[in-house]
């Protein structure tokens, strides 16, 4: 039981630390600043608010700085990790075809295009004979 309790503590910590979840906390903020809006007119609608708020961008008016503490109207710190090596490590790797005497020779690093082979008349299309 308690093993379960942790995993779901670090998956809800790790979930709101790498997404904009945690902007699910400011709906509070809504209704508080919809009654402020109700102050100055008794005939606002709550979809007339969300209309005004959420629909028609960001206009820079009196309340501007407690508009943008909505949830979702602006981003917030997120957390994310992605393990990406940046190191240009070459790879080479040799193949002899005794029966031919022939020698590839093929070098590539992680970043670059695909590999290419010194001896690309090999990879021809097989070819019927008369």
Same mark, same amino acid.
């Given at each position: &039981?308690? *093993? *379960?309790?942790?995993? #779901? ?12 979840? *945690?902007?699910?906390? @400011? #709906?509070?903020? #809504? ?7 109700? $102050? ?5 609608? $709550? ?7 959420? &629909? ?11 508009? &943008? *503490?909505?949830?979702? @109207? ?27 005497? #022939?020698?590839?020779? $093929? ?5 670059? @295009? ?17």
């Amino acid at each position: &039981m308690l *093993k *379960k309790l942790i995993s #779901i503590l670090c998956l809800l910590v790790y979930f709101f630390a790498t997404t904009e979840a *945690k902007q699910l906390f @400011k #709906i509070p903020v #809504i209704f508080q600043h919809y009654a402020e809006h109700q $102050l100055e007119n008794q005939g606002l609608s $709550l979809i007339d608010f969300l209309d005004m708020h959420y &629909m028609h961008g960001s206009p820079f008016d009196q309340d501007y700085d407690r508009d &943008m *503490k909505l949830p979702f @109207k602006s981003t917030g710190d997120v957390f994310s990790f992605f393990p990406l090596t940046a190191d240009r490590m070459p790879i080479s790797c040799t193949v002899v075809c005794p029966q031919k005497n #022939i020698e590839l020779a $093929l070098r590539t690093s992680a970043f670059d @295009k695909p590999c290419t082979l010194a001896e690309p008349s090999i990879w021809q299309p097989p070819r019927t004979e008369v």
